[in-house]
């Protein structure tokens, strides 16, 4: 019966709208594989993260932290965990 779904028969808002957003087959082929069941979708920030810290290590100078937190809308601290410099200049580190 799925085969002969079409959007219009659809009367669930939310449902209606992801298979608007995603097309009438891949809504079918997501009912067929995931229907009844509870899915999370990523955030793009989650989804992107990876690709988004590579270029980040790509752009690092040796002291540009300012300016990539500023592009990429993090804190300075966040870049340096990013890069793999967590020490900030002039910070004391203690060894046990």
Known sequence: MLDKLTID???NKEQRAIAEIIGI???????????????YI???DSLVKDIRDN?????????NYVYL???YNLSD???????GNNKIE?????KF
């Open 9 to 11: 028969d659809i009367d």
């Open 25 to 39: 087959k891949a809504y079918i082929s997501l009912v067929k594989n995931y229907g009844g069941t509870s899915i």
């Open 42 to 44: 990523l955030k793009e």
């Open 55 to 63: 270029k980040i290590r790509e752009e690092f100078n040796g002291g």
């Open 69 to 71: 937190a500023k592009k």
């Open 77 to 83: 601290r966040t870049i340096r965990d990013i890069i």
């Open 90 to 94: 002039g910070q004391l580190e203690f």
